[in-house]
């Protein structure tokens, strides 16, 4: 018996030292698995490991530390740079980076930098080019810093340059799809990358199923899955260039879904290629023969949550830069306003200006502050641009201006709808004059706009349509012009204007024309800056309570514009990217429903001013009276709230979670006061039924009240609510 027991001892301590031999053994296995890096030049933070190469400067490794994920992933498909120099007669004549050999490299003292030297490039059609660059990549706690220096001493241009290339973004597991994130009109617009890709160029134009997105829109991407994701932006404030963040999966579709979807490749046997998601930066810089151009700063970073921590990165370096532009303090506090179209294109006269007081004692019953005034120019919205003389047909310059002062007597507050993008093709004035400040493209014509369509079958037909051509804002003379405009919309003595379609130039993106006084060919949006400090010069002068609106403002126009206004769609893959970004900026939204309680829903639980538009900015404020009634309400919560509502700084999802018939339910939103409490806001989206859902916050133990707009009354609340159909509740940390 003793014997047994000795013997069966042990054969359990050989066990258990297999065990751990094995565990251990699995261990090493995972730690292999992890470390697995290739032979390189290596620099490394708490977060990231990176390696480049020592013959080429390619990037062979780019792992996330704190998952395992590989972001650049086998080294064999590692790329350093490509440039396009085209030749007269062969546009698309490429300089691969990895076909060139580095001439040096220089690692940092800190092993914290790289300096990679190129020169004597082979491209593919023109031989050797006598092109120097160098790149140099620095890592910091926030990631890797990417820039290059060219030295053009060819007798090509340098149209762009693409640094850095990444040349094989896997998926985080399998588990895990990517999708790849970045700034639209409204919000976050999404689309997918892998397995499943989407083709959002046109078949016909490319080799490989691609999609790209630029700048100022996209200041950055991210690959992004649920649980982590990659970050890539143009950290640059000055819009000298043109960056396109674009993505190519190679060397096709495996199995496709049509044209313009498909999925990577999974059959070896399928390509001789190897199957891989490349993404290049390509900067537009145009080195003309004898330049030398330095491109924008490019970080790159892992992050690891949802798509909030990529943009967090973007948000820590925005931080560093951005100043909210001066502003009256009514915009400030919480305010709706009014659209209206006093007349269009196609001579749509609504009403005189002289009636335009009666519009404002609407809003003044239901606490609107604002009309914006749309078509009040000579010809209507969209006819005449850029005049902002008075149309005489709907009354005299005095009578807007007597009927302006009326409406700010009342303390509704007239912003005038501006516009100062296009000239119209079909004026005299363009013609004999304007032509002559036109964005000229590289084969010497005039950018051309399709223009829009007002009221008549003839021109909602697309027949009659007045096309409007882009404007160089970097031409002083253009600029000119512009200013004397501008004064004519400051003396009529309304509280401010909102810059319509100030966030883009029709395509329009490279200005060629030689008489402008500005480098051939300069990117036309680097004048948005001059444009608006221009106004702000002459308003800091005559108005300096004056406000500044701009629609859908890129996020380098927040410096200069207060108010920005879209339109958006309420639907479960609306993402509030621009208001997660700044919690604070005034951001504003149009309501057009005649049952309009989702979308006044959506303002609140976004933080968005409301601006009613009934008839599509055709109307009466009281055309819609359910809708106002319901905003009117929203907006009482808010004042009552304020602390919660909207001095509050907005988190989207993230700090709590909301359930409903035990499923996650993502219809709401949390904001954070300033004294660390907490409030959730709830929607119902559903047109016909109730909702019954839970609310639990993250590390809080604090009793909870809630209040709806039509009983702002406090009411205890256990965390569980009952939301009707098309209704909201806000739940709070008491």
């Known amino acids: 018996m003793k014997n047994r027991l000795i013997l069966m001892i042990l054969f359990l301590c050989a066990a258990l030292i297999s065990c751990r031999q094995n565990l251990s053994d699995e261990n090493t296995d995972r730690d292999k698995k992890t470390i697995n890096i290739p032979d390189g030049i290596v620099m490394e933070n708490e977060t990231l490991k990176t390696v480049f190469s020592k013959e080429n400067g390619a990037l062979l490794c780019l792992l996330n530390k704190q998952t395992g994920w590989k972001a650049q992933n086998r080294p064999d498909l590692g790329l350093s740079f490509n440039l396009l120099v085209p030749m007269k007669d062969k546009r698309s004549n490429y300089v691969f980076g990895k076909k060139q050999k580095l001439k040096s490299y220089e690692v940092g003292a800190d092993k914290k930098s790289i300096t990679f030297i190129w020169d004597k490039l082979q491209s593919e059609y023109a031989g050797e080019l006598d092109i120097n660059l160098k790149g140099t990549v620095t890592i910091t706690e926030e990631g890797l810093k990417f820039g290059m220096e060219i030295d053009n001493r060819s007798q090509l241009v340098v149209e762009a340059a693409s640094y850095p290339v990444i040349g094989d973004i896997p998926q985080p597991s399998k588990e895990e799809s990517l999708d790849l994130l970045r700034l ?76 313009e979807r498909g999925e990577i490749i999974s059959n070896e046997k399928a390509s001789k290629e190897t199957p891989r998601l490349e993404m290049n930066t390509w900067h537009f810089s145009f080195v003309n023969p004898g330049e030398k151009y330095a491109t924008s700063p490019i970080q790159v970073s892992t992050y690891n949550g949802s798509w909030h921590y990529g943009a967090n990165i973007y948000k820590e370096w925005r931080n560093t830069w951005y100043k909210a532009p001066p502003s009256p303090d009514w915009i400030k506090d919480i305010n709706a306003w009014q659209q209206i179209q006093i007349n269009c294109s196609e001579d749509n006269l609504l009403f005189k200006y002289k009636e335009l007081p009666g519009y404002a004692a609407q809003c003044a019953r239901h606490g609107v502050k604002a009309i914006q005034l749309t078509g009040w120019n000579n010809g209507g919205q969209d006819r005449n641009n850029p005049t902002h003389d008075t149309d005489p047909r709907l009354g005299s310059w005095q009578d807007l201006k007597d009927a302006i002062a009326a409406c700010e007597k009342i303390g509704v507050h007239i912003i005038l709808f501006n516009k100062y993008t296009w000239a119209d093709q079909s004026t005299e004035w363009f013609r004999r004059e304007l032509i002559k400040y036109s964005v000229k493209n590289m084969y010497g014509d005039y950018q051309v706009y399709g223009g829009y369509q007002y009221h008549t079958p003839t021109q909602i037909n697309n027949i009659s349509t007045r096309r409007l051509i882009p404007m160089c804002m970097l031409s002083k003379k253009w600029l000119d012009i512009a200013d004397n405009e501008f004064k004519k919309s400051i003396d009529l003595g309304a509280s401010g204007m909102l810059y319509d379609e100030c966030q883009h130039h029709g395509g329009a993106r ?56 879209f339109r958006i769609s309420i639907d479960n893959n609306y993402i509030p990217g621009q208001r997660y970004i700044d919690s604070d900026k005034a951001i504003m939204m149009a309501i057009v429903g005649f049952e309009g309680q989702i979308q006044c829903n959506a303002a609140l639980r976004y933080k968005y001013i409301m601006s009613y538009e009934p008839y599509y900015f055709k109307g009466q404020l009281e055309d819609f009276p359910l809708t106002i009634a319901y905003g009117e309400k929203i907006d009482e919560l808010r004042k009552k709230y304020k602390e919660f ?68 009354a406090l009411l205890e609340c256990n965390g569980k609510a009952r939301i009707p159909a098309q209704s909201v509740i806000v739940v709070m940390e008491k």
């Open 510 to 565: 490279y200005c060629f024309d030689e008489t402008h006084g500005h480098h051939v060919p300069a990117y036309v949006y680097q004048g948005d800056g001059d444009l608006a400090r221009g106004f702000r010069a002459i308003t800091k002068k005559v108005n300096p309570g004056y406000l500044f609106a701009g629609e859908a403002c890129y996020d380098l126009e927040y410096r200069y514009y207060s108010v920005s206004y």
């Open 645 to 712: 509502l909207w001095d509050a700084e907005f988190q989207d999802i993230l700090g709590a979670s909301v359930t409903s018939d035990g499923k996650p339910y993502h219809n709401y939103s949390v904001f954070r006061t300033k004294n660390n409490k907490h409030a959730v806001v709830i929607v119902n989206n559903d047109e016909n039924n109730e909702i019954e859902a839970s609310v639990k916050l993250e590390n809080s133990t604090a009793a909870l009240v809630s209040a709806t707009p039509e009983n702002t």
């Open 184 to 259: 639209g009109y409204s919000g976050l617009d999404n689309s997918s990358l892998l397995p499943y890709f989407n083709n959002q160029k046109g078949y016909y134009g490319v080799d490989y199923p691609t999609q790209s997105y630029v700048t100022p829109d996209a200041p950055f991407v991210l690959a992004s899955s649920r649980n982590q994701g990659l970050y890539i932006g143009d950290h640059d404030t000055t819009n000298k260039e043109m960056v396109s963040f674009t993505f190519e999966l190679k060397p096709g579709y495996g199995i496709a879904y049509g044209e």
